[in-house]
């Protein structure tokens, strides 16, 4: 499969598979953001996931499902994503059959699944899962340093700022 081979991003239904296959993670990035309103455009989901064997067990049962390849590979070159490979790497760039998933092991200086997850929001809908929280994920932006990131930090900041007023607010009433 490759990237231009899938025409679809649903987030929900990559979270919807993790999820049947209990692996633990906590969305990270811009589906992250959006769904706490620092919205902005994103055509993958991030996650940092869990890392025991147990995890790996988990989360390769999952990737294989996704039908979860690496993108950007050399022509003729194989990787197994099974749990000895996870547990060999850190970072995962994959494409599935619903669009693209980065999988970060350690997203930012001492972050963590564990870390992340001690911090983040419950987001029950069509699904329930973990998001990083807005104070983490400007961490993690801060420390990514990039061109882009200096924008999506000052939106983060704004939206917290705007959620604790709100929360206030409600307070007072």
């Given amino acids: 499969m ?11 239904a ?12 906590v969305v990270i990035g811009g589906i992250a953001a959006g769904v706490q309103g620092a919205i902005w455009v994103t ?29 950007d590979l050399p022509s ?3 990787v197994m994503l099974d749990a000895h490979s996870l547990a060999a ?19 930012g200086a001492g972050l963590d699944h564990a870390s992340l997850a001690s911090r983040a929001r419950v987001i029950r809908g069509q ?14 932006k801060s420390a990514a340093g ?6 999506q930090v000052e939106l983060l900041r704004a939206t917290a700022d705007e959620l604790a007023r709100r929360a206030v607010d409600s307070e007072d009433r």
């Fill in 76 to 78: 003729g070159v194989r």
């Fill in 43 to 71: 055509a993958d989901l991030e996650i940092a996931y869990a890392r025991s064997r147990d995890d790996y067990q988990r989360l390769a049962a999952a990737l294989a499902e996704l039908e979860a390849e690496p993108v």
């Fill in 89 to 107: 790497g850190t970072t995962w760039t994959l494409i599935t059959r619903f669009g693209r998933l980065d999988l970060l092991g350690e997203p």
């Fill in 146 to 151: 990039r061109p882009k990131d200096a924008g």
């Fill in 14 to 25: 990559i979270i919807r598979v993790l999820n049947e296959q209990e692996v633990r993670f």
């Fill in 127 to 140: 699904e329930t899962y973990l998001v990083a929280s807005l104070e983490d994920l400007i961490a993690m």
């Fill in 2 to 12: 490759t990237e231009s081979a899938v025409d679809v991003f649903d987030p929900l």
